[in-house]
């Protein structure tokens, strides 16, 4: 946390001092031995850093962001707790503050300094007011709080006569809510990453980890230097992932992750310099390959029926799914090899014809870290570049420079997930080149890309995506174009801005084909099942018309904000406008009309630790106006654990649509789950529906329930 003023104008000077710091150091003994005990009027007594004694931060070379230190406190202090002195001008004085050892450090900084003899001149003129203090180059996440900390043309505050701050007490205990609401919200931001990082979205993970490092310091943020780091060596962004791990080895030295995150950073050191026999083993001697296999298996029974309804009772769904996640990897200083199996069976009770063996992912990866280079092989799935899903195929990269990265993609694209069903009909390549990352925050992706079907152009299409992202704010853009068709694809805009108070505004706008423009859409509503079978009846460019036809476009525009209103109380809402464009009728199929704009509100209370840690209940209310009916939804969902092996987390929620004189619908649940040893879950969840339906006739109710229970192993 930062709290900063900019002062260009002098401040009055303090009361002399006397010269040598050992006349201080006797003077205050003295004080201390024969004066009698009285309030302090002093305000926070400064300290001395175990990392300002070596000086760890005044890294090498004379260019860059740097600030002096000018004393360190275990008190909360403010601007004017400060002993006044002339700021130079068009430089901020500010407070910084940060957790290490278990104790809370507040420093008082000045800054910022293009270079480093400039502020070794100014920090010599103040050595009599600050003899103890030292020159460090801020971080970027510290040189970004400062920026945004406080409009610059607000002067410092300076102390009256007599002032003698805010009572320490007060100070602690307003510093300690501070930090207990960032340490909420931080958890809050690691929870989200964690979830995009099992699911490979990098981007998102540094996104939200970044947000994570943007807030007060609390001891959470150890975590989210450590996985930031990660999470660009994952993505390739290897200088990135370097800068965390220094960064993260230089704040944390004695961190419980240090040993992990030195490990990870002399991989990458080493793996940066060609000549790997200049190479010297360091005093924690040379880390050799590490394996390691994980996965995980599970089985859950779902069973869905209806008790009563005006056709009677009956069983719709019966299935038990079985699936296995198998990751194996290596890695060395030079090297990164993974494979990856994700499968699982499907065992439906009702239609055996229906069983089948699923293959979602299985794949060999590999990065040679002194190349910059990377392939992966086989079944796999990608949204970027082009690519619109599953294929089996090869995705391959180059680091041309630091900046630029080429890439090639090509393979076949996925229809069924049995592994013995491949469809060779269809196959695309493409290439692709990605820029950044510039000023540390923009990066930017093009490609190019085609795809055939059984000899005609399925999708010729180039597009990029472009990202920006600093401390508080985040823009994503996507575009998509088929240069075959003349017709655009996709186009997307996402923004999200945190502000000071930890609200949050975010606002998107998604135009898109649905599905996306091919010549294989023509098949839709036809009775071939084949473009070479459709072709004996159409000609290509009446079916190329057929595919047009048979796609629509969505537009969506989305607002929505959050505020945490205590430490314990977030209050989010949103707005969202829908269309979706109708169709054509032609060869034989029959047109659909536009859905119109629909409109759709959302209003949501989210409660955390309201009667024990770890406790969740939320509060949903949602009203639709569409073309088919409006309707409105309330939701009240829970979750209570009652020990951390055991939570329970009821659920319900009342809808009511007001077509053909009003719909009411009632679904309760519950989910009860069972952790042992944190590699096994058990889990339970039942569920029921009842809803009235009014008819010309009368009244129809239907009353059903859902069973979904399992278990889950991870290893």
């Known amino acids: 946390m930062i709290r900063s003023t900019r002062n260009t104008h002098a401040a009055a000077r303090g009361p002399a001092r006397a010269s040598g710091v050992s006349w201080t150091l006797a003077l205050a003994a003295f004080m201390v031995v024969f004066m009698p005990a009285r309030p302090s009027a002093a305000g926070p007594v400064p300290q001395v850093e175990p990392s300002a004694i070596a000086a760890p931060q005044d890294e090498e070379g004379d260019d860059g962001h740097f600030a002096i230190n000018l004393a360190s ?4 202090i403010t601007i004017a707790d400060l002993p006044p002195f002339d700021v130079p001008a068009g430089m901020q004085l500010y407070i910084s503050d940060f957790v290490k050892g278990g104790k809370h450090w507040y420093r008082a900084r000045l800054g910022l300094f293009a270079n480093r003899a400039e502020a070794k001149s100014v920090m010599q003129a103040l050595s009599d007011v600050y003899p103890q203090a030292w020159l460090t180059r801020v971080s970027e996440a510290e040189w970004i709080r400062l920026k945004m900390s406080q409009p610059p043309s607000l002067p410092a505050p300076q102390p009256s006569a007599g002032s003698t701050g805010k009572d320490a007490a007060a100070r602690r205990a307003e510093a300690d809510a501070a930090t207990a609401k960032a340490e909420a919200e931080t958890r809050r931001l690691l929870d989200q990453a964690a979830s995009a990082l099992q699911t490979n979205n990098l981007d998102r993970a540094i996104a939200l980890y970044t947000k994570a490092l943007s807030l007060p310091a609390n001891s959470l943020q150890t975590t989210a230097r450590e996985l930031l780091g990660l999470a660009r060596e994952r993505n390739n962004q290897l200088a990135h992932a370097k800068a965390q791990y220094q960064t993260y080895l230089s704040e944390y030295p004695d961190a419980e992750g240090a040993p992990r995150v030195r490990q990870r950073l002399d991989g990458l050191l080493s793996a940066s310099k060609p000549d790997q026999k200049r190479l010297r083993p360091g005093k924690r001697g040379t880390v050799g390959p590490s394996w390691d296999v994980s996965g995980g298996w599970s089985q859950f029974y779902r069973r869905n029926a209806r008790v009563s309804a005006p056709g009677g009772g009956d069983v719709d769904g019966s299935t038990l799914s079985t699936d296995l996640n198998l990751t194996g990897r290596v890695r060395s200083q030079a090297y990164d090899i993974r494979a990856q199996l994700t499968g699982g069976r499907d065992q439906d009770f009702l239609d055996a014809d229906d069983s089948e063996i ?31 899903g599953r294929f ?32 060779t009909s269809k196959y695309f390549y493409g290439l692709g080149v990605e820029l ?10 093009t490609y190019a890309i085609e795809q055939r079907v059984e000899g005609m152009i399925d999708r010729r299409a180039a597009g990029g995506e472009d990202r920006y992202l600093d401390a508080s704010r985040s823009v994503f853009g996507a575009v998509d174009y088929d240069v075959f068709y003349l017709k655009l694809n996709t186009a997307l805009v996402l923004a999200n801005w945190t502000l000071k108070n930890f609200s949050t505004l975010n606002a998107s706008f998604d135009y898109r084909t649905t599905p996306v423009l091919t010549t294989s859409n023509a098949l839709q509503g036809q009775l071939s099942d084949s473009i070479a079978e459709l072709r004996r009846t159409f000609t290509d460019d009446e079916i190329r018309a057929l595919a047009e036809d048979r796609t629509t476009v969505s537009r969506t525009f989305t607002v929505g904000a959050s505020r945490p209103m205590t430490d314990k109380l977030l209050v989010s809402g ?37 009667l024990k840690p770890g406790d969740i209940t939320s509060l949903g209310l949602r009203y639709g106006d569409t073309s088919n009916s409006d309707f409105v939804s309330l939701n009240v969902n829970t979750r209570y654990p009652f020990s951390r092996m055991l939570r329970f987390s009821p659920k319900v929620v009342f809808d009511y649509r007001f077509a053909n004189g009003g719909q009411p619908i009632v679904r309760p649940s519950s989910r009860i789950e069972f952790s042992w040893r944190r590699s096994i879950q058990l889990e339970l969840e039942l569920g029921g529906e009842w809803l009235r339906d009014k008819t010309p006739i009368g009244t129809d109710d239907t009353l059903g329930y859902f069973l979904n229970a399992g278990y889950r192993w991870d290893f």
């Open 73 to 76: 406190y275990l008190d909360p």
């Open 358 to 388: 699923q293959l979602n992912d299985m794949y060999f990866d590999a990065n040679q870290k002194h190349w910059g280079a990377g392939a992966r092989l086989g079944r796999q799935t990608r949204s970027s570049g082009g690519v619109l």
């Open 392 to 423: 089996d195929g090869a995705a391959m990269g180059y680091d041309l420079t630091e900046r630029t990265r080429v890439s090639f993609v090509g393979g076949l694209p996925v229809q069924r997930l049995s592994p013995g069903d491949i469809d």
């Open 436 to 445: 950044g990352p510039y000023f540390e925050r923009l990066e930017f992706d």
């Open 574 to 610: 949103q707005f969202t406008m829908a269309n979706l464009s109708g169709t054509e009728a032609s060869g034989g199929v029959e047109a659909m009309e536009s859905t119109g704009n629909q409109f759709f509100n959302n209003g949501q209370i989210v409660g955390s630790n309201l």
